[in-house]
């Protein structure tokens, strides 16, 4: 055998035995390992901390888990798990635990605003998976997590801890800078929630944390972040309601000057937020009449509490009467008629026919030369026209977009000027038309047939000369009797005409009734008419207005007048009610009391838009509550201008409710007043409708109610110490919580017998987290009333002798003193209150105070009242006022002022007889205060029945102004509603 063969036979032995070896040992093997050798399944990788795209800080922790299954679902095993921070030289490994949590860290100080964190695990067959977060780095702050939770006085800091932090350090300032190592405050090894309290309301707070890192590790720090602490009540706005409008203030604060409005519109929903403001106050404007609207007010930035709501109800009055011009009518000189929604507007150029519910959509135009007056009956489809030389002209307008004539009556040169239209009662058509033809005759014509009108008859105007001023007897109006017996006709010399319809053609008339004015005899002419019941009211130019008693139209007699005034020219005049609104050429539009036509007396006048040469207001119109006038502004500029009339005018008794003790205090929120009622305590009213108030809620109180003012949804009622007649010698302010005005909640009280002064409680005021009391012959007292469970004395200041009332005015208390004067309070640190000065009167006593917007309203008794122009009570010397007084022929008073309330230029007085009869006569009157030093009286009425004890000098305890009702609150027990509205 060769060598070389039996080496080859060796090789394949010892192979062939190897195998066998292997395959013997193969059969040694665990299953368990042989399954995970055959695995192909690859580890799952879960990351819990942080979450994909967190803000972290400069330090990142990153946390979870991992775990590896074989084919079969047995355990399989990890044998390397990395990070990365791909793009960077951040990596690294960590190693899992039994259960497969893991855990690492790294520096993130030297990465971009965002980056990505990925990690990767193999299992010991190769098989891996990666898992991935996106992070973010913000470059101002490495402490992002770092947040505030605000509340009244108080900030909570909150972060999420810092990997590697040994401890926190906690800088912040009160002012709004910045803080830092060595401004403002710091705060040491502080811990998360970490809570700072006796902070002060409406501030601006800057935080800034930073984490002190163990060794190694970088130190971390958190961006400058702001909070505005603040109670519900630091900005519950005061609300101010007028027509269609409604006027919020709140407190400004330290912290911002920017805010934004939350409103709610009735009485249910939520707050909406409405619009941002610069400053802390708003005019909120093109509201619904007679709708409650809520507004609640927080800053724009930096808090989240939302103030208590104030509420107003648009159903009071404009501040002074609203004047638009009416662009829409285009014709000069316009004579303006209402019908089925319909406005007809005649003057120069024809007639426009008008919607006014589609902002005065023009439907169609008569064209004509110039239409001196249309008629427009109700019951007729017709209008019916004077168009000057273009004579008497009937329309049809049962389609307003397609109006066409139907009718005419032009004789030989007239010049048609006024139309009085008679329907007959059996057929009720127009059926006889009276027309003016200027200074010639009036016309009878029957238009029983619209298309061909038929003279009847012709009544002469009198001795004419058209042209010629000295007998030129131009018909300026005409206007018929109700039974159509009698024709009144305003002319240019024989003043007003009085002509019987069913005497002959050509008969004179039955009565002429001349105004003239007896200083020279000087005739007036009259330019316009109104009748209404027995009274035939006349505009006299410059002799005024002129109310003739037409009850016997043969005998006719003048009653009154408003009388000569110089340069001052009545052409036009409309009535309505007890009120005569007439068209002043010079002073505009004016509203004349007409309840007594022997003395007509004038209550308003409103000025129309002047230009350089002004011509003034010529003639005047009502529809829903305004006047339309017809005013030339300057050369060039004339037009329809329309006045809302809703502003006070007369005052009326709508109803009274007999309470079950005298009330003395009231306030309002939205469609409720708060009554503090004497001994029965807290009621509430649903004022919504002022003839029919109802009682809908009620709270008892432990002494005798006084006064109460709301805040947001707290009624703070103060009482005086004597119960059942008993005087205790100290009083009390209970809260209540009235959110719902059916069930009054009492949530505490704060007892002014406990402080550091003692006596009965006058007077309340509140602003903000604030209130302000006054407290009998010793002073004032502030409570912190933020939360209004728990209130607190906070501040004393003892005043001169006893302090009745207070009102605020900016950062200062107006305190009238019974000993005789008002005091001056400045309150803008309530911590420290100091007084500024005092006011004298000469009076040497103030019985009553308050406040209407920048007025105040001093009632002194027997010598009067006292209004003065407080806009800057503590930096004004010279004050200015007027003194009211009411006296006797002998120059002796004969009444005694005991309150006043106001809103806006509008105040009332409240006063009594000082005779000594059973029967003592309370007075109310209202006046427009626009100038404070010329008050001008708009109403007086008298108070009958008042029986108070005869110690008693006043009518009424107190007497207020909502809306356009006047609330009085009678010593007699009764709480008296009075209307206001025109």
């Not at 006719?556 to 000569?564: F, I, Q």
């Not at 006593?845 to 009067?864: E, K």
Request: negative net charge; proline residues 5%.
């Amino acid at each position: 055998m060769r060598r070389s063969h039996i080496n080859n036979v060796i090789i394949i032995t010892a192979i062939a035995l190897g195998i066998m070896l292997a395959s013997c040992s193969a059969l040694l093997l665990d299953q368990t390992v042989l399954a995970q050798a055959k695995d192909t399944v690859a580890p799952v990788v879960a990351i819990i901390s942080p979450v994909d795209g967190y803000a972290c800080a400069n330090i990142v922790q990153v946390q979870g888990t991992v775990n590896d299954l074989t084919n079969d679902g047995s355990e399989g095993r990890i044998t390397q798990l990395a990070f990365e921070v791909p793009g960077s030289l951040i990596s690294g490994s960590a190693i899992p635990d039994a259960a497969g949590n893991f855990i690492f860290q790294f520096k993130a100080d030297s990465l971009g605003t965002s980056f990505l964190v990925k990690v990767n695990a193999e299992d010991w067959n190769g098989n891996s998976t990666t898992a991935g977060i996106s992070l973010i780095r913000d470059a101002k702050s490495s402490i992002p997590s770092f947040i505030t939770e605000i509340s009244s006085k108080k900030v909570v800091l909150t972060w999420e801890d810092v990997p590697e932090t040994d401890s926190y350090v906690i800088y912040y300032t009160s002012d709004g800078s910045l803080p830092s190592d060595s401004v403002g405050q710091t705060v040491l090894d502080a811990t998360s929630p970490y809570t700072l309290d006796s902070l002060k309301n409406g501030s601006l707070y800057t935080f800034r944390l930073k984490s002190i890192a163990r060794a190694g590790f970088v130190d971390s720090q958190s961006d400058y972040i702001q909070a505005v602490p603040l109670s519900t009540q630091t900005l519950i706005p005061v609300t101010v309601s007028g027509r269609g409008e409604i006027s919020i203030t709140w407190n400004s604060i330290p912290a911002t000057n920017e805010f934004e409005i939350h409103r709610r519109i009735g009485e249910l929903g939520g707050f909406n937020f409405y619009r941002k403001v610069t400053g802390t106050e708003y005019i909120d404007t093109g509201l619904v009449d007679g709708e409650s609207y809520y507004y609640r007010i927080r800053p724009v930035e930096h808090s989240t509490i939302l103030s208590g709501s104030a509420a107003g109800v648009t159903d009071g009055f404009a501040r002074g009467a609203n004047i638009e011009k009416l662009d829409a009518i285009k014709l000069s000189y316009a004579d303006l008629v209402w019908r089925d929604e319909i406005l007809y507007a005649a003057g120069y150029g024809g007639v426009q026919i008008l919607l006014p519910e589609l902002d005065y959509y023009e439907l169609s135009r008569i064209s004509a030369t110039f239409i001196r007056k249309v008629v427009a009956p109700p019951e007729s489809d017709d209008i019916y026209l004077a168009a000057g030389s273009d004579g008497f002209l009937i329309y049809n307008t049962q389609l307003p977009s397609n109006p066409y004539l139907r009718g005419t009556y032009k004789p030989e040169g007239i010049d048609a000027r006024a139309i009085a239209i008679w329907t007959d009662p059996v057929t009720g058509l127009p059926s006889l038309a009276y027309v003016a033809d200027y200074c010639r005759n009036i016309y009878c014509l029957d238009i029983s047939n619209p298309a061909s009108p038929i003279p009847i008859k012709t009544f002469p105007i009198g001795t004419t000369d058209r042209g010629n001023a000295a007998t030129d007897n131009s018909a300026y109006d005409l206007i018929l009797s109700p039974d159509g017996q009698y024709l009144f006709v305003g002319n240019r010399t024989d003043g007003v005409q009085i002509i019987r319809t069913s005497d002959l053609d050509g008969s004179s008339p039955v009565k002429v009734v001349q105004v003239i004015l007896s200083s020279n005899g000087q005739v007036f002419p009259i330019y316009g008419l109104d009748l209404q019941g027995n009274y035939l009211y006349a505009s006299a130019g410059g002799c005024g207005l002129v109310v003739i008693d037409v009850t016997v139209p043969v005998g006719a007699v003048e009653l009154g007048r408003t009388g000569y005034t110089s340069n001052s020219y009545i052409e036009d005049i409309v009535v309505k009610g007890s009120n005569a609104y007439a068209a002043n050429r010079a002073d505009g539009v004016q509203i004349i009391d007409v309840a007594d036509p022997a003395t007509p007396r004038l209550r308003q006048t409103i000025a129309m838009p002047i230009g350089y040469a002004s011509t003034g207001t010529y003639s005047i119109f009502l529809n829903k509550g305004a006047a339309y006038a017809w005013h030339v502004r300057d050369n060039g500029d004339s037009g329809v201008y329309t006045v809302d009339l809703n502003i006070p005018v007369d005052i009326r008794l709508a109803c009274e409710l007999i309470m079950p003790a005298a009330p003395r205090g009231i306030s309002f929120a939205g469609p409720y007043a708060y009554v503090a009622a004497g001994y029965s305590g807290l009621r509430i009213l649903d004022i919504t409708d002022p003839a029919n108030v109802t009682e809908v809620g009620s709270a008892a109180t432990a002494l005798e109610a006084g006064k109460v003012v709301l805040a947001g949804s707290y009624a703070f009622v103060t009482e005086r110490g004597t119960t059942s007649g008993q005087d205790f010698g100290w009083g009390n302010v209970e809260i209540f919580d009235v959110s719902d005005p059916a069930t009054p909640v009492r949530v505490s009280s704060f007892d002014s017998g406990s402080s550091t002064l003692s006596g009965n409680v006058n007077d309340i005021a509140i602003s903000g987290d604030y209130a302000y009391i006054l407290v009998t012959y010793s002073g004032l007292e502030v409570y912190d009333i933020s939360d209004p469970a728990n209130p607190a004395l906070i501040e004393t200041s003892v005043l001169p002798f006893s302090s009745e009332r207070i009102s605020l005015r900016d950062r200062c208390a107006i305190i009238s003193d019974w000993g005789g004067g008002l005091l001056i309070v400045d309150i803008g640190d309530p911590y420290n209150v100091a007084l500024v000065k005092s006011i004298a009167e000469s009076s040497g006593r103030v019985d009553d105070f308050t406040m209407s917007g920048s007025l105040g309203l001093s009632s002194l008794g027997f010598f009067g009242f006292h209004l003065r122009d407080m806009t800057n009570p503590s930096t004004t010397i010279n004050y200015p006022e007027k003194l009211l007084e009411f006296l006797d022929d002998a120059g002796n008073a004969n009444e005694y002022q005991d309150t006043a309330g106001g809103l806006g230029q509008y105040i009332v007085i409240s006063s009594k007889d000082l005779n000594t009869g059973i029967d003592v006569v309370g007075h109310l009157r209202i006046y427009d205060v626009a100038n404070p030093v010329l008050p001008r009286l708009v109403d007086h009425i008298e108070m009958d029945g008042f029986i108070p004890p005869e110690y008693m000098s006043e009518a009424n305890y107190c007497v207020a102004i909502a809306g356009s009702v006047i609330y009085a609150l009678g010593t007699d027990g009764k709480l008296r509603i009075y209307d206001m509205r025109p």
